[in-house]
């Protein structure tokens, strides 16, 4: 076996140099980036190294309101969409003649254009000179005022960005719980009804202990893209963000680098450091989690 081992290394080296050019290296770039202090990029100098970039990110205050819209954000969207998503595969498991139809009809956002539902989005809720918007008209109709979710109050806003967010990533997982349900063995089925087992007792200890393994893999990755939002808040109050009070922790990052205030590439990598850290602290504590509460 050890002969054969270099044979091994060769096949293995594509994806080792890959993994090396395009992941490990950007990671310690932007490491060395975050401790360079009073980095200049045009000149491609500093005058020092240390923690200020991390102690400058952490007291501006369009980071700390990024990370707070990114928490919000995350909170709300990630275990609403899972329970919304479970309701409806449980739907749709209990239909038989047009099953696929409706699978194919929740699975059509998940392929649409980001920017394009963004901007139906906008014309649903966002008031103009000649219309208060079909929200607003709903609202209205039930005796309610008209409320401004595009440029309004900040909770307005955030309601619009929670709901889009929701509706984008629904479709994904309704996929991936259909298909759970549907591996499930149905021997556990048949023996709950010879026992007369209630149905909330089925879902409770054999739905759901069963498709467990999936709805964590849902949460984990929901936590990760909720916390990489940013084109969701670009499409609904366009590209200046910090203005709208709805940046996020990615956006601020982008800001840094590209943005009217861009040419801060040790400020960027700071706070990109911040959000790895933080990504990787939720994942840690979901995996932790998953041991206790996941079955195999």
Request: aromatic share 16%; net charge positive.
């Amino acid at each position: 076996m050890k002969k054969n081992n270099w044979k091994a290394w060769i096949y293995l080296l594509p994806a080792v140099l890959f993994l090396g050019v395009f992941m490990v290296y950007p990671l310690v770039d932007v490491f060395v980036y975050s401790l360079e202090e009073g980095y200049n990029s045009a000149s491609q100098t500093f005058w020092g190294t240390g923690l200020y970039n991390f102690s400058y990110v952490l007291h501006d205050p369009y980071f700390l309101q990024a990370v707070k819209n990114t928490f919000i954000l995350v909170i709300i969207t990630v275990p609403l969409s899972t329970g919304i998503a479970l309701l409806i595969s449980l739907g749709l498991s209990s239909i038989s003649k047009v099953k696929e139809l409706f699978q194919t009809v929740y699975f059509l956002p998940y392929v649409t254009n980001t920017l394009a539902v963004g901007l139906v989005f906008m014309i649903l809720f966002k008031k103009t000179a000649y219309s208060e918007g079909l929200v607003n008209l709903l609202i209205n109709w039930f005796g309610g005022k008209s409320v401004d979710f595009i440029t309004g109050p900040y909770w307005a806003k955030m309601f619009v960005l929670c709901f889009y967010t929701v509706w984008v990533v629904m479709p994904f997982k309704i996929l991936i719980l259909t298909s759970a349900l549907a591996s499930v063995n149905k021997d556990y089925y048949s023996a709950a009804r010879i026992d007369a087992t209630p149905p909330w007792r089925v879902f409770t200890r054999i739905t759901l202990p069963m498709i467990s393994p999936m709805i964590f893999y849902l949460v984990i990755t929901g936590f990760i893209g909720a916390f990489k939002a940013y084109s969701d808040a670009v499409a609904l109050f366009g590209t200046d963000l910090n203005a709208a009070g709805m940046n996020t922790m990615v956006g601020y990052i982008y800001d840094m680098l590209y943005g009217n205030s861009g040419g801060y590439p040790s400020y960027a990598s700071a706070a990109a450091l911040i959000l790895f850290a933080v990504v990787l602290t939720i994942t840690c504590i979901n995996l932790l989690v998953s041991r206790k509460r996941v079955s195999v």
